[in-house]
């Protein structure tokens, strides 16, 4: 139940992330490993916004991929765009 929650306070909350903070959530799910889906998407939709406005660091955009892999969850928009 407590990961439930924080994955539905960081849906909930994602357009109010930083880059940082948008890179370090899936990496912190993926170091458990935890996978939610509709978090990853989400998170997955905001980089997209984020990186179109280049407000995403390299280091952001390695710990996002690193992370989406890690948990196996190929977004297919995001994973292209990073490379």
Do not use: V
């Amino acid at each position: 139940p407590l990961l439930e929650a924080i994955s539905a306070a960081a849906i909930a909350k994602r357009a109010q992330f930083g880059h940082q903070s948008l890179a370090n959530t899936p990496w912190s799910f993926a170091s458990l490993p935890w996978r939610d889906a509709p978090l990853l998407s989400a998170i997955s939709a905001q980089a997209m916004k984020r990186m179109a406005g280049g407000d995403f660091e390299s280091q952001d955009l390695s710990n996002t991929a690193w992370s989406l892999a890690k948990l196996c969850f190929p977004d297919r928009p995001l994973l292209p765009a990073i490379a």
